[in-house]
């Protein structure tokens, strides 16, 4: 079914079709909310809000505009005031959660994907906080810059800038982290 006439079935009420829409987005802003938060439980709670905030808001949902921007703008707001509020309450304890999505079949490999993914993770928590936003709607969103752009509130070329800058961080943080490791090697 076309992504219009979920909407418009949501727009009656359809709690069906509002299932249907969420599903077709569901893993990308989930995994957004997930890294962005570091705490799957963090972000089940931001997940939720946000859809009862798309479900609310459906009817002011503007049918020229992509509808997986219109949600990631949503998530990412939400995002933004769960941050700024456990920020605010100091509230900094997260689960820790080792959720795998796909386990090596060597020990060895996973003991080496699972220092990548800690450095690369690192690397990302880094970054200042619309540098991390940018990142993480791209990779996890899979939205445009310009997307992104209208999600966050910034001009296209100040969000490519820094999803530049991004990369640039995280490559060099990167490098610097392995160069114990290839010394140890040599």
């Excluded at 080792?98 to 690369?120: C, G, S, V």
């Excluded at 906080?129 to 752009?149: M, N, P, S, Y």
């Excluded at 509130?153 to 800058?165: A, D, F, G, K, R």
Aim: hydrophobic share 35%; aromatic share 10%.
């Amino acid at each position: 079914m076309q992504e219009n006439q979920l909407i418009d079935k949501c727009l009656r009420g359809d709690g069906i079709a509002f299932k249907q829409l969420i599903n077709n987005y569901r893993s990308q802003l989930f995994g957004y909310m997930w890294r962005y938060s570091n705490s799957r439980f963090e972000a089940e709670e931001m997940f939720q809000e946000t859809l009862i905030k798309v479900w609310k808001g459906l009817k002011k949902y503007n049918h020229q505009q992509k509808f997986s921007s219109w949600l990631f703008t949503i998530g990412h707001n939400v995002a933004m005031d769960s941050i700024r509020r456990r920020k605010k309450d100091n509230l900094f304890s997260s689960i820790v959660d080792n959720f795998e999505m796909h386990a090596p079949n060597k020990p060895d490999e996973e003991i080496i994907r699972e220092e990548q993914i800690r450095l690369i993770n690192e690397s990302v928590d880094g970054l200042s906080e619309k540098q991390k936003a940018v990142f993480l709607l791209r990779q996890h969103g899979d939205l445009t810059f310009k997307e992104i752009a209208e999600t966050i509130n910034e001009p296209l070329n100040t969000v490519i800038s820094h999803m530049h800058y991004a990369i640039k961080k995280i490559k060099k943080q990167l490098e610097v982290k392995n160069e114990p490791r290839r010394k140890a090697i040599i």
